[in-house]
């Protein structure tokens, strides 16, 4: 025990800065003579000698940071049995503090030379992951080099924040390759920022909105409502941000939800899944994941509460130039067929009796993936020129794909689209999802033979399928829908 | 061994101050507010309307017409003092038994038995900033210290006032606000309305300090006495810690010495703890009647004036009954609309509950 | 663009709201010169004053009642305690006027005012500077309880909490005062009070939490991502009054809840949420709902905090048994 670590000189500081060495190298001192003056974030604190001997090394000079519980002088080796407090107790704040003490300096780990001036290295593999707590030594990853596969231990403790590179990637020696989270190490000499106690400080950056994913119910606070009004709206479904108040300050009545409520006011919710059971009682059956069980939960939902029908029909697309992007089509059709007969762009409340028209068309396009259905949401479509729509379907097709999608591209749609097509199949009753009231479903086109002009003729023919519930519609609105489409779709252009 | 030299390095003095003695004779030269007569008969008349209306108070009470309530009786003069000299922009933080002020600051009988009479309205009066009565024992000198911030901040001429019993001086928060006040220069004015009982517990027992004036010396800030049931000796006394403090010249402590000649409320029996006789000595004291004798020796009052007005301030007070007693009991749903500005969310259930009875 | 911790982050909305409006003061123990114990006010006394930043007499009460008093008086005062350990002095005035002054003067007073405090544990704070009470004050009428967990949240709560017509309590999990960075505009814009924010979506399973949870409970939702499950998290934010509508909905889709809370078990708010999820949310569950807390033990000295404290494990463990429940 001949090494004396600097203590915390107060409670939880970083480090302190040597202002004055009392004593200097070869030096024998005597226990609580006073060492060397040391200037923390507070004040400057005198630090006596933890025990008689030979002072044989200093680590530091005037000006120089000293960490706490990093080695500050070194007495020559002629007493090992005197066990010395200071260093004792330094040494237990940094093995019990695995937590917020331990680790300090070299927040980034940069790639050394791993061979004799190789200027890089590959990543073979990573053996920790971002987040991962490790011991000092622990393998990082297998680099590659010219010459060989190194194993790269890790400089130190402590919990990984980012890795820089993944497998395949070469790293530029002297560049970064992990970076940790720093605990307990404040920049030097920077103030502790606190009286008491030790606050954890570190770089990392949180990406993340201030609101969370979404902020799933918006404060009643902010519309001013009368308590029974409130309650009335919830109950009945009301968005309240809809109604216009009469009262003070247009503060909302009950009248006004009322009134709201005659005229048609629609409502709006979040359509809930339903519980499932925990074991399945099929020996063996695993339970569904992720997208596989939301469309499990949200088909069973929409069978139990929707009352489908579901009209078929042909869309004679001869006219057609050759080319024509088929499902840019569809869509511009649909959109046309929202404008003419609005009933199907709406959502229903089953609870509350209550549907809410809109003037927006949100288009989900049904995809399919080996995850599951997806059903991602082109916003205000009709406001999208074609080619607008194109880069936003690509996109779709993509990032379901690698799963990449933006929940909240996941919601919100008016109306739904499935063209189930282009694999297989002529007609089907595609399933609503609540609170949508429609979804129109596209099959394989196909050739048939028509009376033109009196004459057999082969036309290619579009056949669609349209189911609407029937709660929230009529079967005039739906069928004037599906003809608002046919037109559209047998136009040239 | 010789004599530990010590120095002084702190000394406070007292003072006491009475003009008219208990029978209402001068008891030193007067103030001019002493030949004031129409301002002191101003105040001998809302003196006397307090008494009928503590005296109804007490019957509606004892009748099963009010909750418990706290009677002054005995103590008019302070309240009343306080209410003619502040102006209608100052700040009164009251304890709960100073309707003597507030009744000339926009408070209504009809309000106070309202408060009294288990229903929050009462405090809701006609007086957009003072606070309501204070239960909690001295936690109202903090609101004061605070309102006098508030003023000292926005620069502004006004005074607050902070009227506390003798038993709220034993409290922290009187130390704390008087401590705050001196170190700030706050403009706000403590009275101690020193009436001699907590309760049961008797003044001495309440603080060894032999006046409760001195407590002030600590905080650095000027204090005194004052006779609490001498109308002219409470003016001149109140009338400068005022002026001082409007004028910016910091804060002041006044202990004025009264006594509570009814029980501590209505649900109280002083019997229990104090002898008769000293109540019988206490009542050869009290404020109404020594004003009475110096306004009879001056010329300024009569039999006649004084029959007059025991039934004018009579009738008065059963007016305003009428108002508190034809008061609608509050909707149940009332709990919740003030308890925030809007009513949250989560409370919605529950005011329903309510409102469906 | 900037990127500030939590603390600064305070900082940041009490200088930007300050800025606004004039009525708002800010004042407690050390704040002033000294910027407070940590760094909360830094450069505000140089910014706005001595009539706007000011400290007070060491006295917890006095700062309660005098925030009283302002606020009834028209200002918009946020007062700090230096640590939530040293708040019950000012309790009575909390409870007892801040907490009433709307509802017993009919709204003719009111009491809009911030009360910060520093709260709970880990930062190896001597005696009394760790604890976490925050169901003390979610337990009264009146008040609202606001606990940030992370720099925006910070930012645009406290704004909302200075701006708001009632008393806030606003308390601020010191252990992550600076643990993360983040990128906070400094536009004024308020977050919503009274609402949850839900950080991580998912479907297998909710993690409840608030203040300084966060951290651990995130760690082990990104492990347990990792490992294939799909786990929402929700930040309740406001634990007074609570957004159960958002904790409803998410176990209606989950089915299953682990509430994890750094304060003692009993009463507490983690209680609170456990008591209406059997209300309203018992036919939507495939477990019961396991709370992961600190232990009905006076908080121990710092040797022992993170034996107390929650730990990562303790979560794992709780969600794992809830998930193969």
């Known amino acids: ?493 | 061994m010789s004599e530990v030299i010590k120095s002084t390095v702190a000394e406070f003095n007292i003072t006491y101050t009475q003009f008219l003695d208990e029978s209402g004779k001068p008891s030193q030269d007067l103030p001019s507010i002493a030949k004031d007569f129409d301002k002191l008969i101003k105040l001998y008349r809302f003196m006397v309307f307090l008494r009928a209306f503590d005296t109804k108070a007490i019957n509606l009470q004892r009748t099963g017409k009010l909750g418990t309530y706290a009677a002054i009786l005995g103590q008019e003069a302070v309240g009343t003092v306080i209410g003619e000299l502040m102006q209608k922009e100052d700040i009164l933080a009251p304890a709960y038994r100073e309707y003597g002020i507030q009744l000339q600051r926009g408070m209504k009988i009809q309000d106070i038995l309202n408060f009294w009479g288990g229903d929050e309205r009462g405090n809701n009066f006609a007086n957009p900033h003072d606070f309501s009565m204070c239960v909690p024992i001295a936690s109202q000198c903090l609101h004061a210290a605070g309102a006098a911030k508030a003023v000292q901040i926005r620069k502004e001429k006004r005074v607050v006032v902070a009227v506390c019993g003798d038993g709220a001086t034993s409290e922290g928060d009187f130390y704390e606000a008087m401590n705050v006040a001196g170190t700030w220069k706050l403009p706000l004015v403590f009275i101690v309305c020193n009436n001699q009982w907590a309760i049961s517990v008797p003044r001495h027992v309440q603080s060894a300090a032999g006046t409760l004036a001195q407590k002030a010396i600590a905080a650095g800030i000027p204090s005194e006495q004052v006779d609490g049931n001498d109308v002219i000796a409470m003016h001149e006394v109140v009338e400068q810690a005022l002026d001082r403090a409007r004028n910016g010249d910091g804060p002041y402590v006044i202990e004025a010495i009264t006594y509570r000649l009814h029980d501590h409320t209505t649900a109280d029996d002083a019997t229990r703890y104090r002898s008769q006789e000293e109540v019988d000595q206490a009542w050869q004291r009290e404020p109404i009647k020594r004003i009475h004798n110096y306004l009879v020796a001056n010329n300024k009052w009569n039999d006649d004036l004084e029959t007059k007005l025991q039934e004018e301030m009579k009738a008065h007070v059963a007016e305003e009954l009428e108002g508190y007693f034809n008061m609608p009991k509050p909707k149940a749903t009332d709990m919740f609309e003030h308890m925030y500005e809007t009513l949250p969310d989560a409370l919605l259930e529950q005011y329903e509950i309510v409102s469906q009875g | 663009m900037p990127e500030i911790t939590l603390v600064e982050a305070v900082t940041q909305a009490l200088a930007y709201e300050m800025g606004a409006d004039n009525n708002v003061v800010v004042f407690g123990e050390d704040i002033a010169l000294n910027g407070g114990v940590f760094r909360a006010t830094d450069g505000l006394h140089a910014k706005f004053g001595d009539d706007r930043v000011f400290d007070t007499p060491l006295a917890e009460n006095l700062i309660a009642g005098i925030t009283v008093g302002m606020a009834a008086q028209g200002l918009k005062p946020v007062a700090e305690f230096q640590f939530m350990g040293f708040i019950y002095p000012g309790f009575n005035q909390i409870v007892c006027h801040a907490a009433r002054m709307r509802n017993r003067t009919r709204g003719r007073l009111s009491c809009p005012a911030v009360f910060r405090a520093p709260y709970g544990g880990g930062i190896r704070a001597p005696e009394h500077h760790s604890e976490s009470t925050e169901a003390l004050f979610a337990h009264i009428p009146g008040l609202r309880v606001v606990i940030p967990s992370s720099p925006a949240r910070a930012y645009g709560l406290l704004l909302a909490a200075i701006r708001d017509p009632d008393p806030v309590m606003f308390l601020e999990p010191k252990r992550i005062y600076r643990h993360v960075k983040q990128d906070v505009p400094d536009n004024g814009e308020a977050l919503p009070l009274d609402t949850a924010f839900v950080l991580r979506e998912g479907n297998d399973i909710t993690l409840v939490t608030w203040g300084a949870m966060i951290k651990e409970t995130l760690a082990v939702a990104d492990q347990l991502t990792n490992e294939g499950l799909s786990v929402e998290v929700i930040d309740v934010a406001t634990v007074k009054p609570l957004d159960m509508d958002t904790i409803l909905q998410s176990i209606a889709k989950t089915g299953r809840c682990v509430i994890i809370q750094e304060a003692v078990k009993t009463c507490s708010v983690g209680s609170e949420i456990a008591a209406n999820i059997a209300e309203k949310g018992l036919f939507d569950l495939h477990a019961p709902v396991k709370r992961v807390t600190g232990f009905d033990t006076t908080m121990p000295y710092f040797k022992l905090e993170y034996d107390y404290i929650p730990s990562e494990a303790r979560i794992k463990q709780a969600v794992m048994e809830t998930l193969e429940y």
């Open chain 1, 1 to 493: 025990m001949k090494t004396f670590n600097l203590p915390d000189l107060g409670e939880g500081l970083p480090d302190a800065e040597i202002n004055e060495w009392h004593i200097k190298e070869g030096d024998i001192v005597e226990a609580d003579q006073l060492l060397v003056s040391m200037e923390t974030a507070k004040a400057v604190v005198e630090v006596p000698a933890p025990r008689s001997g030979k002072v044989v090394k200093f680590y530091g000079k005037t000006g120089d940071i000293i960490k706490t519980h990093m080695p500050l002088i070194e007495f020559e080796d002629d007493d090992g049995s005197q066990a010395m407090e200071a260093h004792h107790e330094g040494k237990t704040a940094a093995t019990t503090a695995a937590t917020p003490m331990a680790i300090s300096s070299n927040a980034v780990f940069l790639l050394p030379d791993l061979g004799e001036g190789l200027p890089d290295a590959e990543i073979n593999e990573w053996h920790v992951k971002e987040g991962d707590e490790i011991e000092a030594d622990q393998p990082l990853a297998s680099m590659e080099t010219a010459k060989a596969v190194v194993e790269v231990p890790s400089p130190h403790s402590g919990k990984i924040a980012k890795l820089y590179g993944k497998a395949g990637d070469v790293i530029i020696t002297g560049s970064p390759l992990v970076e940790f989270v720093v605990t307990g190490g404040a920049p030097v000499a920077e103030d502790a920022g606190t009286v008491v106690g030790n606050i954890e400080v570190s770089n990392e950056v949180l990406r993340e909105s201030a609101t969370g994913i979404k902020p799933m119910k918006v404060s009643g606070n902010k519309i001013k409502a009368v308590p029974a009004a409130r309650i009335l709206a919830k109950k009945s479904g009301i968005d309240l941000s809809t109604v216009t108040g009469s009262g003070p300050h247009g503060s909302i009545s009950v009248d006004d939800v009322k009134k709201h409520l005659g005229q048609g006011g629609a409502a709006v919710n979040i359509p809930v899944a339903s519980p499932v059971a925990t074991r399945p009682s099929i020996p063996g059956a695993e339970p569904l994941r992720g997208v596989r069980r939301t469309m499990a939960i949200m088909m069973s939902q929409s069978h139990r509460e929707v009352v489908p029908v579901t009209i078929l029909d042909d869309a004679d697309i001869y006219a057609w130039p050759k080319g024509t992007d088929i499902t840019l089509r569809i869509i511009r059709a649909v959109v046309f067929a929202c404008k003419e007969e609005p009933a199907l762009n709406a959502w229903y409340d089953g609870a509350a009796n209550a549907r809410k028209l809109f003037d927006e068309v949100n288009l989900g396009l049904a995809v399919d993936s080996k995850e599951g259905l997806f059903v991602p949401v082109i916003n205000d479509v009709a406001n999208l020129d074609a080619k607008e729509i194109r880069a936003t379907v690509n996109r779709f097709k993509t990032q379901v794909q690698d799963r990449t999608i933006p929940q909240e591209e996941l919601r919100g749609n008016t109306i739904t689209l499935s063209n189930f097509g282009v694999f297989a199949g002529r007609y089907a009753n595609p399933i609503i999802v609540p609170p949508s009231v429609a979804i129109l479903g596209c099959g394989r086109l196909r050739e048939e033979v028509v009376p033109e002009k009196g004459k057999p003729a082969i036309h290619r023919v579009m056949p669609l399928s349209i189911t609407f519930d029937h709660r929230a519609a009529t079967g005039g609105e739906a069928t004037r829908f599906l003809a608002a489409v046919i037109t559209d779709l047998q136009k040239e252009n």
